[in-house]
């Protein structure tokens, strides 16, 4: 299928005037956090970086005011003594923050974004986490917990996971092994994702919700199929009608499917960011509008 000139003119410019702070809870320097970088950057995304010190997986919406180091970032990428706040030399767009991933992601909107952009991000992307992030656990994520309060700022964000990849430096990346194709399949995918979802203009999301993304482990971007998915099942819970039904299939009924038949499935849920919980049909139908034609069908 062929774009014209003008219509890819359209898309470039659409994202470079998107600006996003980036964020994860696996730490500044992992090789997920820096390809996902890369992959917003050459889509034309204007991108600030702001994500813990250290690995902070599993904290969820912990918070508490950054400290000095008191050891050396992840991967000896600042030594010890370094201040709570800090930047990579060459790039001061790079940033790490010695706390949780709710106050890295707070830093990112409500420091670094008026200093680079002049103003409140239009986004936030959170991960790709290294590992899924499914079903009701998905409180304790320190990915979904920096998406939610993204949104409780009043920043729309997605929390993206992926599977099948390891906790690497980004010095890795280099060595095109199978942990850093896989982010940069992960990365691919999650520039794919906000393509899409950005495409129509403001506003991305309704007020109050992220939504969390899952990407199975699969050899190329295009094997996957998104599927609209909620986070708990409930049988008893009417949702947004689609594919027939009006009962999505949860994150953990899809990821049971995609290890029996290795379908490649991506899910996408939306969830309250206060409660992290799964939120009613309407919200369901303003995030389903918003990607005509980009969902499959389970069946």
Not at 233 to 260: Q, R, Y
Request: charged share 10%; with cysteine.
């Amino acid at each position: 299928m062929k774009f014209s000139t003008s219509v890819a003119f359209l898309f470039v410019g659409l994202a470079r005037s998107t600006n996003v702070v980036l964020t994860n809870d696996d730490g500044w320097a992992v090789a997920m956090i820096r390809a996902q970088n890369t992959a917003l950057l050459n889509a034309g995304y204007d991108v600030v970086l702001s994500s813990p010190a250290q690995d902070e997986s599993g904290t969820g919406t912990s918070t508490a005011p950054p400290t000095v180091l008191t050891e050396p970032c992840e991967f000896n990428t600042c030594p010890t003594g370094s201040p709570p706040e800090g930047f990579n030399a060459s790039d001061p767009r790079l940033n790490y923050v010695n706390s949780f991933p709710v106050d890295a992601v707070s830093f990112g909107i409500q420091t670094l974004a008026p200093q680079f952009f002049g103003g409140p991000p239009d986004f936030v992307v959170s991960g790709p986490n290294v590992g899924n992030n499914i079903g009701p656990g998905v409180i304790g994520s320190g990915t979904v917990g920096a998406a939610c309060e993204a949104a409780l700022l009043g920043v729309p964000s997605v929390a993206f996971s992926a599977e099948g990849v390891s906790q690497v430096a980004y010095t890795d990346l280099a060595n095109n092994d199978t942990d850093t194709v896989t982010a940069e399949i992960a990365a691919a995918l999650t520039v794919k994702f906000l393509d899409a979802l950005l495409a129509d203009g403001k506003p991305y999301l309704p007020s109050g919700v992220s939504l969390n993304v899952n990407f199975p482990n699969c050899s190329s971007p295009s094997e996957v199929k998104f599927l609209f998915t909620r986070l708990a099942f409930n049988l008893s819970a009417t949702d947004v009608e689609t594919c027939g039904t009006d009962h999505l299939p949860s994150e953990i009924e899809v990821a049971a499917i995609d290890l029996l038949t290795s379908g490649c499935f991506a899910t996408v849920s939306v969830m309250n960011a206060t409660t992290i919980t799964d939120v009613d049909a309407t919200t369901q139908a303003f995030v389903l509008n918003r990607l005509p034609g980009f969902f499959s069908c389970l069946l």
